[in-house]
């Protein structure tokens, strides 16, 4: 009978011009499964939309799943956005092909952990949980 | 926790202090009833639009096209998106904002997505209080969408002023529209896709239906509504103006026969029961102890050596007793 724990709120978008939201979806459907409340908003967001949308939906995190080769603007355009609007919390993570070169510059500005393709998405949920239990109160 | 600043940048229009309020009541935070006393005073400004049918008959596509309507004619609009909760992992898939692309920028709108938790209403259990927080936040429009709902899932119809009931032309025959349910409490009755065959058949079936429930009713002819059965096309845009006119007759008719009052009213003693309710049952639950008890007691149940009747006579006895000392 206790309300005490609550599900963690990812939003989970892909920015940019790639038509290609299969590893979104499947890490849509991981992370609901692993009790996670997760916003979908499909294909094609721009950073605006995404951080408006993270914003509305008061969520923990936001994923975003970048092949596009465009990550080096977009991940920290969503992140300057979200401090904007007053949200600087909120953790940013996400996927792709990424260099790991870039995952280090992007982690610098304030970018969570990033995973290359292939990564199980058991890695991803353990990732958020424990950010969760660490950032999140109870 | 004091939630004055909160309230204070949420009434001058802060999205990111809506966005948490909404959560801390969603949550059931510790002092999220004093959260909503705050803001009780100032309701009653928003209309409160339900829209519900079943899953895949257009419910989001609609919404997003009324919501692009009255943002033409300078309303600000809320909408809550209920989508279902996993009962096994609590986990949820809200996808409902994919189909409201077209109105995710505007300045006047925002769009919540709640998981129904639990709840096996259409809705979640804070979906009311929830639309208390956008009514007080000075939103003029609250488009409630319900998760995807068979025949039975009303819950909608008692916490909004208008509920609009969407179908689609393979919704079934005249006989499905006669059973009992949603279609009894619903204001208005919107034939989606309708440009497919069977849009005109299920629309008689549907007036016929409601004709003779209306020559059944006992309301004088004066004060009855008459149920308007529309056709659209969402993904067209084909009808919507139809709609918002049959809305903004129907909440006229709300406000002439008086029945705004009602639904407002009995919405309130609704609220305060279930505010008594939950009260009661945290207290009971944690004074008597219930759960560890049941836990002690289990392995006894499980055995037959007891039932579930006596166990819980133990449990409220044990209340009883600790009152009295």
């Given at each position: 009978m206790t309300a005490a724990s609550r599900p963690i709120r990812v939003l989970v978008a892909k920015p940019g011009l790639d038509g290609h939201d299969r590893g979104a979806k499947v890490v849509a459907a991981a992370l609901r499964d692993a009790g996670m409340e997760v916003v979908y908003t499909g294909l094609h967001q721009t950073p605006e939309m995404i951080a408006t949308a993270a914003v509305q939906e008061d969520v923990d995190v936001v994923g975003l799943s970048i092949l596009s080769g465009a990550h080096m603007a977009l991940f920290p355009r969503v992140r300057q956005m979200l401090d904007q609007m007053g949200r600087p919390d909120i953790l940013i993570t996400g996927g792709g092909i990424i260099p790991a070169e870039d995952m280090d510059q992007l982690q610098a500005l304030g970018i969570g952990r990033l995973f290359g393709p292939g990564t199980p998405t058991a890695e991803l949920i353990s990732y958020i949980q424990s950010w969760a239990s660490e950032h999140l109160e109870a | 926790m004091n939630f004055d600043p909160l309230i204070a940048r949420l009434r001058a229009g802060n999205t990111a202090a809506l966005a948490r309020a909404i959560s801390v009541v969603e949550n059931e935070r510790p002092g999220f009833e004093r959260l909503l006393a705050e803001v009780h005073h100032s309701l009653g400004r928003a209309r409160r639009i339900g829209i519900t049918g079943p899953p895949g008959a257009g419910k989001s596509t609609l919404v997003e096209r009324l919501v692009a309507a009255y943002r033409q004619a300078g309303q600000r609009v809320a909408v809550v998106a209920v989508d279902p909760t996993s009962p096994f992992t609590g986990g949820a898939l809200l996808g409902d904002r994919i189909r409201m692309?077209?109105?995710?920028?505007?300045?006047g709108v925002y769009i919540r997505s709640m998981g129904s938790r639990g709840s096996v209403g259409g809705l979640a259990t804070t979906t009311r209080e929830v639309c208390d927080l956008l009514d007080a936040a000075n939103f003029d429009r609250i488009l409630v969408e319900t998760v995807g709902v068979g025949q039975s899932e009303l819950d909608v119809a008692g916490m909004t002023d208008s509920t609009v009931l969407v179908l689609v032309p393979e919704s079934g025959d005249g006989i499905q529209t006669l059973k009992s349910g949603v279609i009894e409490v619903a204001d208005l009755f919107v034939v989606n896709k309708a440009d497919r065959p069977g849009a005109e058949q299920l629309r008689r079936d549907l007036e016929v239906t409601l004709g003779l429930r209306r020559r059944a009713?006992?309301?004088?002819?004066?004060?009855l509504w008459k149920h308007p059965v529309l056709l659209t096309v969402a993904t067209k845009g084909d009808g919507i103006s139809e709609l918002i006119a049959a809305l903004d007759r129907h909440h006229a008719w709300l406000l002439e026969s008086g029945t705004l009052q009602e639904r407002r009213t009995r919405r309130l003693l609704h609220r305060t029961r279930e505010v008594v309710d939950r009260a009661t049952r945290r207290w009971v639950w944690e004074e008597a102890r219930a759960d560890q008890r049941i836990a002690e007691r289990l392995e006894d149940i499980s055995a037959g050596r007891v039932s579930p009747y006596e166990v819980a006579a133990e449990v409220l006895g044990g209340l009883k007793q600790g009152e009295r000392t």
């Amino acid at each position: 009978m206790t309300a005490a724990s609550r599900p963690i709120r990812v939003l989970v978008a892909k920015p940019g011009l790639d038509g290609h939201d299969r590893g979104a979806k499947v890490v849509a459907a991981a992370l609901r499964d692993a009790g996670m409340e997760v916003v979908y908003t499909g294909l094609h967001q721009t950073p605006e939309m995404i951080a408006t949308a993270a914003v509305q939906e008061d969520v923990d995190v936001v994923g975003l799943s970048i092949l596009s080769g465009a990550h080096m603007a977009l991940f920290p355009r969503v992140r300057q956005m979200l401090d904007q609007m007053g949200r600087p919390d909120i953790l940013i993570t996400g996927g792709g092909i990424i260099p790991a070169e870039d995952m280090d510059q992007l982690q610098a500005l304030g970018i969570g952990r990033l995973f290359g393709p292939g990564t199980p998405t058991a890695e991803l949920i353990s990732y958020i949980q424990s950010w969760a239990s660490e950032h999140l109160e109870a | 926790m004091n939630f004055d600043p909160l309230i204070a940048r949420l009434r001058a229009g802060n999205t990111a202090a809506l966005a948490r309020a909404i959560s801390v009541v969603e949550n059931e935070r510790p002092g999220f009833e004093r959260l909503l006393a705050e803001v009780h005073h100032s309701l009653g400004r928003a209309r409160r639009i339900g829209i519900t049918g079943p899953p895949g008959a257009g419910k989001s596509t609609l919404v997003e096209r009324l919501v692009a309507a009255y943002r033409q004619a300078g309303q600000r609009v809320a909408v809550v998106a209920v989508d279902p909760t996993s009962p096994f992992t609590g986990g949820a898939l809200l996808g409902d904002r994919i189909r409201m692309e077209s109105v995710a920028l505007d300045d006047g709108v925002y769009i919540r997505s709640m998981g129904s938790r639990g709840s096996v209403g259409g809705l979640a259990t804070t979906t009311r209080e929830v639309c208390d927080l956008l009514d007080a936040a000075n939103f003029d429009r609250i488009l409630v969408e319900t998760v995807g709902v068979g025949q039975s899932e009303l819950d909608v119809a008692g916490m909004t002023d208008s509920t609009v009931l969407v179908l689609v032309p393979e919704s079934g025959d005249g006989i499905q529209t006669l059973k009992s349910g949603v279609i009894e409490v619903a204001d208005l009755f919107v034939v989606n896709k309708a440009d497919r065959p069977g849009a005109e058949q299920l629309r008689r079936d549907l007036e016929v239906t409601l004709g003779l429930r209306r020559r059944a009713g006992r309301q004088a002819d004066a004060v009855l509504w008459k149920h308007p059965v529309l056709l659209t096309v969402a993904t067209k845009g084909d009808g919507i103006s139809e709609l918002i006119a049959a809305l903004d007759r129907h909440h006229a008719w709300l406000l002439e026969s008086g029945t705004l009052q009602e639904r407002r009213t009995r919405r309130l003693l609704h609220r305060t029961r279930e505010v008594v309710d939950r009260a009661t049952r945290r207290w009971v639950w944690e004074e008597a102890r219930a759960d560890q008890r049941i836990a002690e007691r289990l392995e006894d149940i499980s055995a037959g050596r007891v039932s579930p009747y006596e166990v819980a006579a133990e449990v409220l006895g044990g209340l009883k007793q600790g009152e009295r000392t």
